[in-house]
Nanobody, 126 residues
Framework: QVQLVESGGGSVQAGGSLRLSCAASGSSNSRNSAAWFRQVPGKKREGVAGVDGYGNNRYADSVKGRFTISQDSGVNTLYLQLTNLRPEDSAVYYC????????????????????WGKGTQVTVSS
C-alpha cells in the first residue's frame, strides 16, 4: 500500500512561487509514475503535471513554462515547483502515484492512478 503526503502549500501573491512536495512510502519501485492534480470547488479535478519515472514529463497547457515536476527517487519524493503564480492557480493540489509505468499520453488522466494524497491548499491573491 502506497501512502502519499503532500506539503508546501500556502498563500502567495500573484507572480510568487511555491514548491510542493509529496513524500511516498510503501513502494519499493523507484520508477513509479506520478503526477500532480488540482481541484477547485465545483470543478473536476485537473491534471497539472506528470512524470513516468523514466524522465518523460507532461504538463497541462495552462502551466507550461511556469510549473516544473521532478522526482527524487533516493528519498521517494515528488516535487512541483510553481512559479509566476496566478490567481487562477488557486486550488487544492493532490499528488497521485501508480506502481507501474504510465504512458506519457495518459499521465494527466485521473483514471491512471491508484494512490492519492489528501491534498495541500494553494491560494494566490491578485
Amino acid at each position: 500500500q502506497v501512502q502519499l503526503v503532500e506539503s508546501g502549500g500556502g498563500s502567495v501573491q500573484a507572480g510568487g512561487s511555491l514548491r510542493l512536495s509529496c513524500a511516498a512510502s510503501g513502494s519499493s519501485n523507484s520508477r513509479n509514475s506520478a503526477a500532480w492534480f488540482r481541484q477547485v470547488p465545483g470543478k473536476k479535478r485537473e491534471g497539472v503535471a506528470g512524470v513516468d519515472g523514466y524522465g518523460n514529463n507532461r504538463y497541462a497547457d495552462s502551466v507550461k513554462g511556469r510549473f516544473t515536476i521532478s522526482q527524487d527517487s533516493g528519498v521517494n519524493t515528488l516535487y512541483l515547483q510553481l512559479t509566476n503564480l496566478r490567481p487562477e492557480d488557486s486550488a487544492v493540489y493532490y499528488c497521485a502515484a501508480a506502481t507501474r509505468r504510465i504512458s506519457v499520453l495518459s499521465l494527466l488522466w485521473e483514471e491512471s492512478y491508484r494512490y492519492w494524497g489528501k491534498g495541500t491548499q494553494v491560494t494566490v491573491s491578485s
